[in-house]
């Protein structure tokens, strides 16, 4: 039970406290940007549960409740899977789009893509594992007869989860802004389609062989394994997506050490003379 407590902890830090500090260290680092920063953080959140809300909740519930269409789910689960993580992809791209083009003006630099992508990744996070950590760890203190369902290792396993999809989700989202600033847009959008779909779609595509109302191909932990090593892959190429357009991004006018020391200068000396008119 205490690594389980441990474990359930720790996701929680990972799910909430992490971008926050991740958050916090970048809008330190960029103070020209800071009111962007803030900005595409808390949008990131909104699409999030906007998208959460728009196609989970209403749109595919409406859409299966309403046809024939959930009868043929049922039938072909694995479809199904793929419909919902393509929806998904969709529903969160449009809005993303929408925030570039109309908030940024296409000017997006590579702090604020990644805020966006981290804001996005902690509601997630919140939304699937980190509530129900902090609600678990609360029961275990106040109760002696919880019972917890998930092995310990998947509860680490979680936690390693969670990086990831905070480093893949911050690569797509960056290679997308990229691409739209190189009047590329087309191209852009479909990578981020395509990454996002498979980063929601294989996790669930994989477990699905373990169970016996599908196909039992394989155990549990072989589709868990096979799992975390794609999204370790996915990771390690969005790390190198993210060092090889860090400078494709880099705005001089707010980047810069010249134009950071500017700044600086520009706010003493304004501190100094509403400190001086004060007196």
């Known amino acids: 039970m ?17 971008p926050l500090v991740i958050l916090g260290i970048v809008w330190k680092k960029n103070p020209m940007e800071q009111k962007g920063i803030l900005i595409s953080f808390g949008l990131g959140v909104v699409i999030y549960f906007a998208m959460q809300w728009g196609v989970k909740e209403h749109g595919l519930q409406y859409l299966f409740n309403h046809s024939s269409l959930m009868i043929f789910m049922n039938v072909h689960y694995i479809l199904y899977l793929f419909c919902v993580a393509f929806a998904g992809a969709v529903f969160a791209l449009i809005p993303e789009l929408l925030v570039l083009v109309l908030v940024f003006k296409k000017q997006m630099s590579f702090a604020k893509a990644f805020m966006l992508a ?12 980190g509530y129900r950590s902090i609600s678990t760890v609360f029961a275990c203190l106040t109760k002696n007869d919880v019972e917890i369902n998930t092995s310990t290792a998947e509860l680490f396993l979680s936690c390693y989860e969670r990086i990831l999809f905070i480093v893949i989700l911050a690569a797509v989202m960056i290679s997308l802004v990229y691409f739209v600033e190189q009047k590329m847009p087309v191209r852009g959008i479909l990578i981020a389609l395509l ?24 155990e549990r932990p072989v589709a868990l394994a096979l799992s975390y090593i794609i999204l370790t892959a996915g990771a390690a190429a969005g790390i190198a997506v993210m060092n090889a357009l860090k ?16 700044f600086k200068r520009k706010q003493e000396e304004k501190k100094k003379r509403t400190k001086k008119n004060l007196e």
């Open 2 to 18: 205490t690594a389980d407590m441990i474990a359930l902890v720790l996701t929680a830090v990972i799910s909430i406290v992490l």
């Open 118 to 129: 981290l804001g996005y990744a902690m509601a997630e996070s919140i939304a699937l594992v």
């Open 195 to 218: 990454c996002d779909t498979l980063l929601h779609f294989l996790p669930g595509f994989l477990i699905a062989f373990t169970t016996t109302s599908y196909i039992e191909v394989f």
């Open 247 to 262: 400078y494709s991004l880099k705005d001089e006018r707010v980047d810069s050490k010249q134009a950071v020391m500017a």
